[in-house]
């Protein structure tokens, strides 16, 4: 018996249960995957436009898309001599 790829995966069901849930499963899967890639674009966005990084020069694009690009994280020179109090 030949199947198509646009066929429905119920018709594996005439084969054994266990075909039908593992094709069921991996349908699944690829929607759970689509769905947090899209979820992680947007943290992905607000990393590369940050901007944050520039102050140390030209950056590349992998360097822009770390959390350490994000605008905002940046210490005052108060913070900063907070934090070298509390070190030992």
């Known amino acids: ?14 084969n054994s249960p266990g075909i ?3 094709f069921y499963f991996i349908k699944q899967m690829a929607f759970v995957f689509i769905v947090i890639c899209l979820l992680s674009i947007i943290p992905l966005v607000l990393n ?11 950056t590349n694009f992998l360097m822009d898309t770390t959390l350490g690009n994000i605008k905002g994280l940046e210490f005052t020179d108060e913070e900063k001599a907070n934090m070298e109090l509390m070190d030992p």
Not at 1 to 14: A, G, Q
Not at 48 to 58: A, D, Q, R, V
């Open 1 to 14: 018996m030949t199947y198509n790829i646009n066929d429905p995966i119920e018709e594996f069901k005439e």
């Open 20 to 22: 039908y849930f593992y």
């Open 48 to 58: 590369i436009l940050g901007g944050s990084l520039s102050k140390y020069g030209k």
